[in-house]
Structures are given as structure tokens and as C-alpha cells.
């Protein structure tokens, strides 16, 4: 039984900006709230390996595929990170790991868009790691000390990502009128995608003010869109792409961009596993897993092994 002097005290530590750590006493729902969304972001790092995986062996050059290379290795590591961290709520990775495979967990709607072209690769890097740096260096100060350092740690390979993406755009952008229309495509297809990656309107998210009084997410989703917007709108225009929103316009008053609504119909339908890659992906990532089982073992019993001769020599 969770007291009213408990939930107030702890409401009290928040408010103060002190940091929750594992062995503190929190809300069962302040831990099932961050088992949910920092589970489903570390499955978010790891399906986000497949769409620009899709093009390591075909990168255009080895400079190119070997940065490639390293990227996705990062997003990988980012999801490790992640795991670990919300294993220190008492959730086990294996559980997590069952959930977003066998289960209803989610992950970023992002991922279930294909990569058609090279230049899909240097939109992401762009856009779709410009995105998750917006969301996840607020998320660097959330509440919850793990989940707070794993994004801190993040977000330092994240901007270096964005940093690559926007340079292999920019190159495109300057290139031979081909690689300035595939350039233009690719941020065609995903300038609404990376929207969506924000999450649906403040009005429309059941999570967020009960996320925001606990200081899980500092900003609402559509506070952290906006932000996104502003900075994509200048960076655009300064390597002459457009993006594709005719509502989009400077409001003098309010110093925003204003956007166009975004097709939430898409949105709502990818996230319930109905995309164009939904079902690919999750295959892909089943096979992993279970292709993966051999290593567990292995590794397992090496673990045990190494427990065994220390328990011997002490
Ligand atoms: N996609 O109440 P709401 C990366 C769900 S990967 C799918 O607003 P919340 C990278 C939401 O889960 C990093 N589902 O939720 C990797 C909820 O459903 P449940 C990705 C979505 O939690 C490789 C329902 O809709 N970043 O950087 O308050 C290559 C209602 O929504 C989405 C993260 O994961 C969506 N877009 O806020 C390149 C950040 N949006 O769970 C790059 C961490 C909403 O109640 N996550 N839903 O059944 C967050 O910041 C928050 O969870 C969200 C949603 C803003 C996404």
C-alpha cells in the first residue's frame, strides 16, 4: 500500500530536481511508466538498426560504409545502455525482450517506413537522429538517475549521427541534379514520419501529464515538435531543399513555424502494426533473436564457468 505522506514526499524530491535512484522508494506507477517508455525506446534503438542496415553493403563508397558501419554499431549499443538501465526497476531484459517480440510493447513508428535509396540513409542521419536528439537530451534530465545518465551517453553519439547526416544531405544537395531530386524525395517521405516520431498531440496523449508531474518527460509533445521544426526549417533552406508542407509559415508574433496537420490516420495505423514494414521488421528482428539463442547459451555458460573457478580459488 502505497501511502499519501509517501506519494508526497516523493512528489516533494521531484519538485526539488533530485534525482530517483534505483534502491529509492517510488510510486509502483512512476516504475511502470518508465518500464514502459524506456523499454520501448531501447526497442526503438534496436529495430532502428534495420532500415539503414539495409544499406551497409551498399554504401557508395568504403568512407561511406564504414561511418555507416559505426553508426548503426552505435544504435545498438544505445539500445544496450537503455536495457540495462530500466533492468534497475526491477524488470528483467528477457521479459522486455519477450514483450516487444511476442507482446503489445512498442517501438518508434519511424522504423516501419522503408529505405529506398541511399540518400533515405542521409535523411535519417538528419532528420530522424536530428528528432531523437530534441526528445532525448531533455530525457537527459529526466528524473529517474539511470535512465537520465543512459540518455546523456546517447546523445553524444546521437549529435555526432546528425552531424553526418546533415553533411551526406548537404553534399547530395550541392550534387548533379539526380542526387539533388533523390535527396528531395527521400525528405519528402520522411519529413511527416520524423513528425510523428514526437508522438500524437498534447490532447491526444493519455501519458504525458502524469509523465511530465514526474519529470520522466519534461515537455510536452508537441512543445518538443515545435522545437524540432524551428531548427529543421533553417537548416533546410540553408542547403536549398524544401520541405513538403505548404502550411508551413513564420508566425512573427509567436517567432514559431507554423505547421500543417500531420496524417494522424498513417500514425495511428503504423502504430498499431499496420505499416508498410511493420511485419518485416518484427520478422527480422524474431529471427535474430532466435537464430541469437545459441549465444545466450553460450555465453551463459561461460558466465557460470568464470562463477564456478572464482567460487574454487576463494
Ligand atoms: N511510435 O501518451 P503518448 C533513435 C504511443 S530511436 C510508436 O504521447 P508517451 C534512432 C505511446 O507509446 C529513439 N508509438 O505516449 C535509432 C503510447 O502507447 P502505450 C526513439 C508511439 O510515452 C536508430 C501511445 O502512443 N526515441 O534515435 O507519453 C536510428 C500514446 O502516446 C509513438 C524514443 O523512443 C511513436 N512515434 O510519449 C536512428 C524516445 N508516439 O505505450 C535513430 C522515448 C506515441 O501507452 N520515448 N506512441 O501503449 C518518448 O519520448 C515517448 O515515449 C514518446 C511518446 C514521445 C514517443
Not at 23 to 46: C, F, N, V
Not at 62 to 74: M, P
Not at 207 to 219: D, F, G, H, P
Not at 264 to 275: A, L, R, S
Request: charged residues 25%.
Amino acid at each position: 500500500m502505497e501511502t499519501q505522506q509517501q506519494l508526497d514526499d516523493f512528489q516533494a524530491r521531484i519538485d526539488a530536481g533530485e534525482k530517483i535512484e534505483p534502491k529509492d522508494w517510488m510510486p509502483e506507477r512512476y516504475r511502470q511508466q518508465l518500464t514502459r517508455m524506456g523499454s520501448q525506446h531501447a526497442h526503438s534503438e534496436i529495430v532502428g538498426m534495420l532500415p539503414e542496415g539495409n544499406w551497409i553493403g551498399r554504401a557508395p563508397s568504403l568512407k561511406r560504409k564504414l561511418v555507416l558501419l559505426a553508426k548503426v554499431q552505435d544504435e545498438a549499443g544505445h539500445g544496450l545502455y537503455l536495457y540495462s538501465a530500466i533492468e534497475t526497476l526491477g524488470e528483467s531484459r528477457a521479459n522486455m525482450i519477450d514483450q516487444y517480440l511476442y507482446g503489445s510493447a512498442k517501438y518508434s513508428s519511424i522504423f516501419n517506413y522503408p529505405t529506398l535509396s541511399y540518400a533515405d540513409v542521409c535523411v535519417i542521419g538528419w532528420l530522424v537522429d536530428g528528432a531523437a536528439i530534441v526528445n532525448q537530451t531533455k530525457l537527459a534530465h529526466c528524473s529517474y538517475g539511470p535512465y537520465a545518465r543512459a540518455n546523456l551517453r546517447i546523445c553524444k553519439e546521437e549529435s555526432f549521427h546528425k552531424k553526418q547526416g546533415y553533411e551526406m544531405v548537404a553534399k547530395m544537395a550541392e550534387g548533379i541534379p539526380a542526387q539533388r531530386k533523390m535527396v528531395q524525395d527521400a525528405v519528402n517521405r520522411f519529413w511527416w514520419p520524423t513528425l510523428m516520431m514526437f508522438g500524437p498531440h498534447d490532447s491526444d496523449s493519455p501519458n504525458s501529464e502524469e509523465l511530465i508531474k514526474w519529470q520522466i518527460k519534461l515537455n510536452t509533445n508537441d512543445e518538443l515538435r515545435q522545437h524540432f521544426v524551428d531548427r529543421v526549417v533553417m537548416e533546410a533552406g540553408a542547403i536549398g531543399l524544401t520541405l513538403p508542407d505548404h502550411d508551413l509559415k513564420f508566425n512573427e508574433e509567436t517567432g514559431h513555424w507554423e505547421m500543417g496537420e500531420m496524417p494522424w490516420d498513417e500514425f495511428w495505423n503504423v502504430v498499431k502494426g499496420n505499416g508498410v514494414m511493420n511485419r518485416e521488421r518484427m520478422k527480422a528482428r524474431r529471427n535474430a533473436h532466435e537464430n541469437g539463442a545459441w549465444v545466450r547459451e553460450a555465453a551463459q555458460a561461460y558466465a557460470r564457468k568464470k562463477k564456478l573457478s572464482r567460487e574454487k580459488a576463494s
